[in-house]
T-cell receptor, first 113, second 114 residues
Framework: KNQVEQSPQSLIILEGKNCTLQ??????????LRWYKQDTGRGPVSLTI?????NTKSNGRYTATLDADTKQSSLHITASQLSDSASYIC????????????FGKGTSLLVTP | NAGVMQNPRHLVRRRGQEARLRCSPV?????VYWYRQLPEEGLKFMVYLQKENIIDESGMPKERFSAEFPKEGPSILRIQQVVRGDSAAYFC????????????FGSGTQLSVL
């Protein structure tokens, strides 16, 4: 069964600090892994997309890593801002299902002043 | 979110009523996907449509749920005889082609069934 597990479930950090969110998956055969940011009451917005051959990808202060051997990914947020407060969702796509994306439950991040 | 419009944002229905959720994709996008997010759960795929065609409805309950994407107008997700368990956020996404890497989500419709 394809599964995507994220940790921690929630996280509170001070503005300006860094943090790392984790994602473990069992989706097979693997196609790509995405990180989305979802603000409260809004739809998910794509941050990064990585395929099997990519180990790391950055988007501004967001850096995602992928270890396809251990089926783990992380999202590192540098110099956090109040606007980073949101749910961060790990999404894994299998080659045989494309749009039937496998969503994690998300990590709820709160950045405080 | 590049222009995927969903309405209404919030919809309240009593048990047994019908719910109609609308989704206008990004201009020029002909591929629409519906996902459901139950409380405390991740999004789950429901149905994939192209103009006038249902491509994959494997994630949609067989009864009471239907979806369409007509040649003209928005995509519609219809839920008949709603039950409390249908309460969820329903998200629509669109893409310009079958390459779903470029997937844009709407802000969702929060359905509450009383």
């Amino acid at each position: 069964k394809n599964q995507v597990e994220q940790s921690p479930q929630s996280l509170i950090i001070l503005e300006g600090k860094n943090c790392t969110l984790q994602c473990n998956y069992t989706v097979s055969p693997f196609s790509n892994l995405r990180w989305y940011k979802q603000d409260t009451g809004r739809g998910p917005v794509s941050l990064t997309i990585m395929t099997f051959s990519e180990n790391t990808k950055s988007n501004g202060r967001y850096t995602a890593t992928l270890d396809a051997d251990t089926k783990q990914s992380s999202l590192h947020i540098t110099a956090s801002q109040l606007s980073d407060s949101a749910s961060y969702i790990c999404v894994v796509s299998a080659t045989n299902s494309g749009y039937a994306l496998n969503f994690g439950k998300g990590t709820s991040l709160l950045v405080t002043p | 979110n590049a222009g995927v419009m969903q309405n209404p944002r919030h919809l309240v229905r009593r048990r047994g009523q019908e719910a109609r959720l609308r989704c206008s994709p990004v201009k020029g996008h002909s591929h629409v996907y519906w996902y459901r997010q139950l409380p405390e759960e991740g999004l789950k795929f429901m149905v994939y449509l192209q103009k006038e065609n249902i491509i994959d409805e494997s994630g949609m309950p067989k009864e009471r749920f239907s979806a369409e994407f007509p040649k003209e107008g928005p995509s519609i997700l219809r839920i008949q005889q709603v039950v409390r368990g249908d309460s969820a956020a329903y998200f629509c996404a669109s893409s310009p082609s079958r390459g779903w890497e470029k997937l844009f989500f709407g802000s969702g419709t929060q359905l509450s069934v009383l």
